[in-house]
């Protein structure tokens, strides 16, 4: 008989006590209470011979109970030889390893040791054996697909395996750990459906840093016997230091700089960093190098400035004093502020407060984006053109005015006409190129906003409940249209009686919009109104093409640089990056061609990747992940699965259960002694005295 | 062979296990005073607590106890004895609640005993309009309530007799010196201890109680098995006032613990007989009515006594 945890006999001494009990003459614990014993004199105890132990069957139930305890926590089993090939069932077992391939898996020692690791797992399995190799880094790749494995002659899968991970290296992407089990558990899966019976295992390779995302495990519905074996790798050098993009900082005259953040891991050597910034193009250095010193464990943010001549060139800096190379530069582009111009048509005066030119040039004063010119429609247009225009009729156009504002409309401009009088129907019908538009005026000159298209992109700024509330602002000398029957104008208002209030109309690539009542303040209160500056940016942001898209994101979160598949993308060189339209998976500074125009991106190592301090193991625990007891090491191959020859002690005693049936004897045990010294005891007890006896 | 002559039936008093498995007090009390009415002919302390007024002509009907023969030998005529009731019967129960006295060896304690005693007696006396009195007294006397008539006495004694008990060692001579400061008026003195103490402690103080002509009467309540030690098994038997734990074998010790009580009990008898207190001697499992009744007897008997001894 073999024992799967001996240390639990050495609970046998505990016989000892009872022993020692039982040689023990027992003292009498029984208490009587008396009135007085004034009257009373000691009597003299009897004595029992000292070297006789007492109650010798009692003695060896109680010592029985002992051993056999000691024997069921020792959780015995009975070696057996191998069964025979036809009893025993003929089980496989099925591996699904994923390799982790981010980003800091290219710290120093890193990737050989999880190809390794994951070259061994494959070879260390038998022929009927299933196998998948899946790559994680920020998305999965299958590197070794189960059609592939079968597919192969089991004398070459570990050939197979080793080539494919030959020509892998670690990506840029980030650790997510959700995204690469959920992928291997759907692979788990199927490896299930099409062996049954077989033990299945997912194994995950990996630095497992703290800057992994694993917050997705957490819902993840994880299949009856799913088995998750950590491995994990260490790198050649402790800790790791690396820098991550935080922004522009605000500009306070003093010429434009750039703020980074340095980090420096918990076991990160204490090193003298610099911070250098180069041109991204070239790689000459910028400046002098900025001594930095960062405690480990810890962050600092730094500020780096930048020459005002070179703030529109793509940079780079670099973290100059760490050994891991992945987190060291952060590239550097600056998109050029948008430009757009307003241009009023109606003659007032920059001053007049009667008129909306004056408020007009105050609502725009300070934008970022777009960066808004007021110009006057008879003054002077710039020499070079601003990238979009809104233009704002106030007054009767002239025919060559009308004629420069429909060909600017075709080319994308924006215009809106102010109806503030019926004469200005004429002009908006021309603008828009249609006939028939009728003016009317409403009946009620205490007018407002009705029924407004909140789904309109004009108004869609204020579909929220929150800010969907114009029933404060009036319209005092509203003026409206009547549409012809067939026309390409959309009423995205009307005024509380039913009239048209806000006309939109395409007219070639721009767009033309009509407001039923003039802007000044004697006219209504919309030009005063809360509403009225957000409205008229987001009609800005709408005629420059849009929300102003970020130049710089991370690696694998490129989502919102580009509209999906229309771009292009170029590398510094001007060599095509990226495959197919995707974005490029290395950091660096690329050109992205989309929509006829040009402009300078940068992608960033993901900051996560810089966490590089070990993730707790409890935090697995937290998630609901099914670890495997033990992990798997690489280098030697897995466990035989159970059943087959070699079958280990652990499976046998857990087959055989024999501590149930010796903890069984223990309880049966005890209650016999029980029984037994309740029956010595009340004997004892109640045994009449030979004195009283007598006298009675 | 002539036929025996027929037995009175036995007395059978009170079961005191059925007395005492009644938990309220007074109920007990009104129990026993039942049993002892039945048994009483006519009430010991008639003539005692009523006092005579004047005469008045018999007619026919009247009590012949009442009439005055010595008148009737004089004058020839009838006349009947008229009485008044009085309250100048002033009755303090001294009740012991030591630790010693929570011994018991038939289910009830000798303080149970105790305390039925001195509520049944209480009680009484309330029916015959008597003022009662109630001290309760350890290591000294902790609770007095002086004797007196009023709505509710009856009830705040009761509820001083249902305190349970501290549990103190007993210092009776103590207790009996306090009694005599502060019940400075005659009174009939009902002592109910287990009187285990020694004798020299409170001897005496009793001899000043009965110099100041009280009327105290000593009630000794005790076990039946601290007489006999027919009780408990070898084992170490702890002093329930002392603490002290000796190993006894009961069985080895009984003779000596009898000689020793019985020379105890002698002394007790000597010390109250030399100053003139009636001792009466109680077990715990007499009935209480026929332990009342034999009180009140001796009671009757003492007054004729001291009568005789007052006409002489």
Request: proline share 7%; hydrophobic share 45%.
């Amino acid at each position: 008989m073999n024992f799967l945890s001996p240390w639990f006999l050495a609970g046998t001494f505990l016989i000892a006590g009872p022993i020692i009990a039982h040689l023990i003459r027992r003292a009498t614990r029984d208490r009587v209470n008396f009135s007085t014993t004034r009257f009373l004199s000691a009597s003299a105890p009897r004595l029992n011979r000292r070297s006789r132990i007492q109650h010798p069957l009692l003695l060896a139930l109680r010592c029985l109970i002992i051993a056999v305890l000691a024997a069921g926590f020792a959780r015995p089993f009975l070696p057996q030889a191998a069964k025979p090939a036809a009893a025993a069932p003929v089980l496989t077992q099925s591996l699904v390893v994923v390799l982790d391939e981010s980003a800091s898996m290219q710290r120093a020692g890193l990737w050989d040791a999880a190809r390794k690791k994951a070259a061994d797992l494959a070879a260390g399995l038998q022929d009927g054996d299933q196998f998948v190799l899946l790559a994680a880094a920020g998305g999965v790749a299958e590197l070794v697909t189960r059609e592939q494995w079968t597919r192969t002659a089991p004398s070459a899968r570990a050939a197979l395996v080793r080539d494919v991970l030959a020509a892998r290296q670690p990506g840029w992407g980030p650790t997510h750990f959700d995204t690469a089990l959920e992928t291997a558990v759907a692979q788990w899966d199927q490896l299930g459906e099409s062996a049954a019976g077989t033990r299945r295992k997912i194994v995950l390779i990996s630095d497992f840093i703290a800057g992994a995302r694993v917050a997705g495990l957490a819902g993840l519905n994880w299949p009856k016997g799913t088995e998750v074996a950590l491995e994990s790798v260490a790198p050649a050098h402790p800790g790791n230091a690396g820098v991550q993009w935080l922004g522009w900082a605000p500009d306070t005259g003093t010429g434009p700089s750039l703020r980074v953040r340095v980090v420096q891991s918990a076991d990160s050597p204490a090193t003298s960093l610099r911070l250098q910034l180069r041109d991204a193009k070239t790689n000459s250095p910028i400046g002098i190098p900025q001594p930095l010193a960062v405690t480990p464990g810890e962050s600092r943010v730094a500020v780096v400035p930048v020459p005002a001549a070179l703030a529109l060139t793509p940079l780079r800096v670099d973290l100059e004093g760490d050994a891991e190379a992945f987190d060291n530069t952060v590239w550097v582009v600056r998109a050029p502020p948008r430009e757009a111009a307003l241009v009023y048509y109606g003659g007032h005066a920059a001053n007049d407060v009667h008129h909306p030119r004056f408020y007009l040039q105050r609502a725009i004063a300070g934008w970022k984006d777009p960066v808004v010119h007021f110009r006057a429609s008879n003054a002077p247009a710039p020499a070079t053109a601003a990238g979009s225009e809104v233009a704002i009729v106030a007054g009767p156009l002239g025919a060559t005015d009308l004629a420069a504002l429909r060909t600017r409309l075709a080319a994308g401009a924006f215009t809106i006409v102010l109806l503030n009088d019926p004469a200005m129907v004429g002009t908006a019908a021309a603008l828009a190129g249609e006939s028939g538009w009728t003016p009317t005026t409403p009946a009620r000159k205490d007018a407002l906003l009705g029924q407004i298209d909140f789904q309109h992109p004009l108004f869609s700024l204020f579909a929220d409940p929150r800010f969907s509330d114009f029933t404060h602002v009036r319209f005092w000398h509203p003026q409206s249209v009547a549409l012809p029957a067939t026309t390409a104008v959309q009423v995205v208002a009307r005024f509380d009686e039913g009239s048209p209030a806000v006309l939109e109309a395409p007219v070639g690539r721009g767009r033309l919009i009509v407001w039923g009542g003039d802007w000044e303040p004697d006219s209504g209160q919309w030009i005063l109104s809360t509403k009225f500056v957000p409205w008229l940016q987001a009609l800005f942001e709408r005629a420059a093409g849009g929300e102003a898209r970020p130049a710089i994101a991370e690696v694998g979160d490129t989502a919102r640089l580009t509209a999906a598949g229309t771009a292009s993308w170029r590398d510094l060189a001007g060599a095509a990056a990226g495959a197919n339209g995707a974005a490029p998976a290395q950091p660096g500074v690329y050109q992205i061609e989309e929509g006829g125009a040009t402009r300078w991106v940068a992608l960033e190592t993901p900051a996560s990747e810089s966490r590089v301090d070990p993730l707790p193991l409890e935090t697995w625990d937290q998630l609901g992940v099914p670890l495997h007891a033990t992990a798997v090491t690489g280098a030697a191959p897995l466990p035989p699965p159970a059943g087959a020859a070699g079958e280990g002690a652990a499976e046998i005693e857990g087959r055989q259960k024999l501590w149930r049936w010796l903890l069984i004897g223990a309880a049966a045990l005890l209650a016999a002694e029980s029984l037994f010294a309740y029956v010595l005891g009340h004997r004892l007890g109640l045994a009449p005295e030979p004195d009283s006896a007598a006298a009675t | 062979m002539a036929a025996p002559a027929p037995q009175p039936p036995p007395q059978r008093g009170i079961d005191p296990q059925a007395l005492f498995a009644i938990r309220d007090l007074e109920l007990r009390a009104r129990i026993v005073v039942e049993g002892l009415w039945s048994g009483l002919h006519r009430s010991p302390f008639a003539g005692f607590s009523v006092e005579f007024t004047e005469y008045r002509q018999y007619s026919p009907g009247d009590d012949l106890r009442y009439l005055d023969w010595r008148l009737l030998a004089r004058t020839d005529r009838h006349y009947i004895k008229k009485f008044e009731e009085e309250t100048n019967l002033r009755c303090l129960l001294l009740v012991d609640t030591s630790r010693s006295m929570l011994f018991g060896s038939h289910g009830w304690t000798k303080a149970d005993y105790a305390r039925t005693f001195a509520a049944t007696f209480a009680y009484f006396l309330g029916l015959q309009h008597d003022v009662v009195g109630l001290g309760l007294f350890d290591d000294s006397l902790h609770d007095f309530v002086p004797p007196r008539w009023k709505p509710g006495h009856f009830r705040r004694l009761l509820g001083l007799l249902d305190r349970p008990p501290a549990g103190r060692d007993t210092q009776l001579g103590r207790a009996l010196d306090q009694v005599a400061l502060l019940n400075r008026r005659r009174s009939l003195i009902l002592v109910l201890s287990d009187f285990l103490s020694p004798v020299a402690e409170w001897e005496a103080a009793l001899g000043r109680l009965v110099a100041a002509r009280h009327d105290v009467r000593a009630v000794q309540i005790l076990d039946p098995a601290e007489q006999t030690l027919e009780f408990g098994s070898a084992a170490v038997w702890e002093d329930m006032e002392s603490g002290r734990q000796l190993y006894i074998d009961p069985t080895q010790a009984r003779a000596a613990y009898r000689a020793k009580f019985d020379a105890h009990a002698a002394e007790v008898r000597t010390a109250l007989e030399k100053r003139g207190v009636t001792h009466q001697v109680i077990t715990t499992d007499q009935p209480l009515d026929f332990a009342l009744l034999e009180l009140l007897q001796r009671h009757g008997a003492r007054r004729s006594a001291a009568g005789r001894r007052i006409q002489r």
